[in-house]
C-alpha cells in the first residue's frame, strides 16, 4: 500500500476538534490513487485499507493523554509528529474535507514509526472447520 506524505493545511486545521481527556488525534494516511507501475487502485479498495490502517499521524494530544504516572512509568508512547501504530478499526473515526482522522486512546498506541510507507499490515485468513 502506498500512502501520501500527511500536510496538515489551514483549511484543515481549524476545523479540527481539539481532543479531550486521554484522547490522541491522529490523522490517517490517504492511499495512493495509483500503484508505483501506475496501475489504478479502485476507489471501493482505497476505502477498505483506509478504514482497517493501522497507522497514523499524531496531530494533538488531551490534556490528560499519558498523565496517568502509574500506567506510563516511562512516559508517554509517542508525542506531537510522529507516526504511529494502532490496532485495525480503533477509535472514532471521522472526516473533513476528505481526510480521515481518528480519536483513539493514549494507551491505543502500539509503536512508533519513521516512516510508514514501508508498513504492510498483515493479511488475516479465517479457518473455517466442519465436523460431520
Not at 500506567?71 to 501504530?85: E, H, L, M, N
Request: include cysteine.
Amino acid at each position: 500500500m502506498q500512502v501520501k506524505q500527511f500536510e496538515l493545511t489551514d483549511e484543515i486545521g481549524d476545523k479540527l476538534p481539539t481532543p479531550s481527556g486521554y484522547k490522541v488525534l491522529v490523522a490517517c494516511p490517504q492511499i495512493e490513487e495509483t500503484t508505483e507501475g501506475g496501475i489504478i487502485i479502485a476507489e471501493e479498495y482505497r476505502a477498505k485499507e483506509s478504514t482497517a490502517s493501522i497507522f497514523g499521524y499524531v496531530i494533538s494530544m488531551g490534556e490528560d493523554a499519558y498523565g496517568d504516572i502509574d500506567k506510563f512509568s516511562s512516559g508517554p508512547y509517542c508525542q506531537k509528529g510522529d507516526w504511529v501504530i494502532f490496532r485495525s478499526y480503533s477509535g472514532t473515526r471521522f472526516k473533513i474535507a476528505g481526510h480521515e482522522f481518528r480519536l483513539i486512546n493514549d494507551d491505543s498506541v502500539e509503536a512508533v514509526v519513521e516512516d510508514p510507507r514501508e508498513i504492510r499490515q498483515s493479511k488475516r485468513f479465517i479457518t473455517v472447520f466442519s465436523f460431520l
